[in-house]
C-alpha cells in the first residue's frame, strides 16, 4: 500500500468546505486513493474512491492532482456531524488490505 | 452496502478469560477481515478470516491468543483467549468484495475492557 501523510487535525466552520489533504508521492499506477472517516465510537464508513479523475457522490469530492501525488477530499458544507477522524489509504482495487494511518481529526466548529 | 452486525457491542471481562466476538453479514463476502483500535489509536489488522481454511495472521498477532473460525461466507468468530488489561480495545470485523463494491465496509466494533 502507498504511504500516505496527513495533517494531524483541522478545523472548520459550520457551513463552510472542509478541505482535507492528503500526500501519497509514492503511490503506484495501480493504487486507488480511498478515503474514510471514523466518528467517535463508531466503526469506519467509506467516504469515496478514485483513480487518478476527480470524483462527487453524495457525501463529498475526491480531486487528485494529475500527477497523482496528491489529492484533497472536500466536504462541500460542513456540519457538525462531520466531526470524525478521516483516513486517506493508497490500496490496489483488489488484493492486499486497508492499511490505516493516524488521520486527520476534523473538527467543525458552531 | 454489506450490513454488518457485530456482538456484542461492548463487554467488560476479567483477565484471564475469554470472549468470543461475532460478525454477521448480511450477504455472501469473498474477504473478511479482524481489526484492532487501541484507546486513541489508529486500526490494526489482526488477521484475515478465511472461509474453509486457517486465518492468515499479521505480524505479532498468533492464533492461540486471536483464534478464528469462519464456517461460511456470511460468519466469523474472533477470540481474544487469556484476557489482560493490555487487551482492552475496540475490535472490528471488516468485509470486501461484496455486491460489486471493491471498498470495504465496517461493523460497529465491539469495545472490550479488561479489568
Known amino acids: 500500500d502507498a504511504k500516505t501523510t496527513q495533517p494531524t487535525s483541522m478545523d472548520c466552520a459550520e457551513g463552510r468546505a472542509a478541505n482535507l489533504p492528503c500526500n501519497h508521492s509514492?503511490?503506484?499506477?495501480?493504487?486507488?486513493v480511498y478515503w474514510y472517516r471514523q466518528i467517535h465510537s463508531q466503526g469506519p464508513q467509506y467516504i469515496i474512491h478514485?483513480?487518478?479523475n476527480n470524483e462527487t457522490n453524495e457525501m463529498a469530492s475526491l480531486i487528485i492532482t494529475e500527477d497523482r501525488k496528491s489529492s484533497t477530499l472536500i466536504l462541500p458544507h460542513a456540519t457538525l456531524r462531520d466531526t470524525a477522524v478521516y483516513y486517506c489509504?493508497?490500496?490496489?482495487?483488489?488484493?492486499?488490505?486497508?492499511?490505516f494511518g493516524p488521520g486527520t481529526r476534523l473538527s467543525v466548529l458552531p | 452496502s454489506a450490513v454488518i452486525s457485530q456482538k456484542p457491542s461492548r463487554d467488560i471481562c476479567q483477565r484471564g478469560t475469554s470472549l468470543t466476538i461475532q460478525c454477521q453479514v448480511d450477504?455472501?463476502?469473498?474477504?473478511m477481515f479482524w481489526y484492532r483500535q487501541q484507546p486513541g489509536q489508529s486500526l490494526t489488522l489482526i488477521a484475515t478470516?478465511?472461509?474453509?481454511?486457517?486465518?492468515?495472521?499479521e505480524s505479532g498477532f498468533v492464533i492461540d491468543k486471536f483464534p478464528i473460525s469462519r464456517p461460511n461466507l456470511t460468519f466469523s468468530t474472533l477470540t481474544v483467549s487469556n484476557m489482560s488489561p493490555e487487551d482492552s480495545s475496540i475490535y472490528l470485523c471488516?468485509?470486501?468484495?461484496?455486491?460489486?463494491?471493491?471498498?470495504?465496509?465496517f461493523g460497529q466494533g465491539t469495545r472490550l475492557t479488561v479489568v
Open positions: 471488516s468485509v470486501e468484495n461484496t455486491q460489486g463494491h471493491t471498498e470495504a465496509f
Open positions: 450477504s455472501q463476502v469473498t474477504m
Open positions: 478470516a478465511n472461509q474453509g481454511s486457517e486465518a492468515t495472521y
Open positions: 509514492t503511490i503506484s499506477g495501480n493504487e486507488y
Open positions: 489509504i493508497g490500496k490496489p482495487i483488489y488484493g492486499q488490505n486497508f492499511v
Open positions: 478514485g483513480l487518478k
